[in-house]
């Protein structure tokens, strides 16, 4: 069975950093593309970052550049999110999800391109 669980989010005042991780199991997802998605209160589901299978190509939205940084570990079929100077509009949950294989090998801003998701961890950034 096929999981994934994120972890390190939390509360933090803005400016501050937190790093998320996200540790898959089941199934070696060294050759597949991972993404981050976020949703705040009240809203759609959005991309936040991205990452090729082998880290050589990483993509960000607008709103999280340059402050974020998405990484991999595929010896530890691992995926990261760091974030750094954080804002109050960061303030969500947090998903990691991994990219079905017919999707491409670069990463997909569109959530419907991706078939296994971790159930999200908060972050709340105070102001």
């Known amino acids: 069975q096929v999981q994934l669980v994120e972890s390190g989010g939390g509360l933090v005042l803005a400016g501050g950093s937190l790093r998320l991780s996200c540790a898959a199991s089941?199934?070696?997802?060294?050759?597949?593309?991972m993404g981050w998605f976020r949703q705040a209160p009240g809203k759609e589901r959005e991309y936040v970052a991205g990452?090729?299978?082998?880290?050589?190509?990483?993509d960000y939205a607008n709103s999280v550049k340059p402050r974020f940084i998405i990484s991999r570990d595929n010896a530890k079929n691992t995926f990261y999110l760091q974030m750094d100077m954080l804002k109050p509009e960061d303030t969500a949950v947090y998903y990691c999800?991994?990219?079905?294989?017919?999707?491409?090998?670069?990463?997909?801003?569109?959530?419907?391109?991706?078939?296994?998701w971790g159930q999200g961890t908060q972050v709340t950034v105070s102001s």
């Open positions: 089941g199934r070696i997802f060294n050759t597949d593309a």
């Open positions: 990452i090729s299978w082998n880290a050589a190509i990483t």
């Open positions: 999800a991994v990219q079905k294989p017919a999707a491409g090998w670069t990463p997909s801003t569109r959530d419907q391109d991706y078939e296994y």
